[in-house]
């Protein structure tokens, strides 16, 4: 069955940098629109960054739009989001997703596989 496990979550101050990892397994890896999406407490889910299967396009909310870089390998059946510039706000339980299956990317919606999420903590 489809498995995801992210791991990179930790506490930094404002202005710097942490990178997610997560590790896909159970289905094929290289075909499907991956995500990563992010819930604070009190919020709603939302979409962070999305990456079409070959890795060459992606897509980001307003609000990461040139601080964030969503990457993967399909080597190794790896999800990567590079935060930079990292700000209060960023503070999150970060997921990843997986549609599962070979599909349209390029949304938020569809997303029905998700991981157990790594807290992000950014201090002023």
């Known amino acids: 069955q489809v498995h995801l496990v992210e791991s990179g979550g930790g506490s930094v101050q404002a202005g710097g940098s942490l990178r997610l990892s997560c590790a896909a397994s159970g289905y094929t890896f290289s075909s499907t629109c991956m995500g990563w999406f992010r819930q604070a407490p009190g919020k709603e889910r939302e979409g962070v960054a999305g990456?079409?299967?070959?890795?060459?396009?992606?897509y980001y909310a307003d609000s990461v739009k040139g601080r964030f870089t969503i990457s993967r390998d399909n080597a190794k059946n790896t999800l990567f989001l590079q935060m930079n510039s990292l700000k209060p706000e960023d503070t999150a339980m970060y997921y990843c997703a997986t549609i599962g299956v070979a599909s349209p990317c390029g949304t938020w919606s569809g997303y029905n596989y998700w991981g157990q999420g790594t807290q992000v903590t950014v201090s002023s």
């Open positions: 990456i079409y299967p070959g890795g060459g396009s992606t």
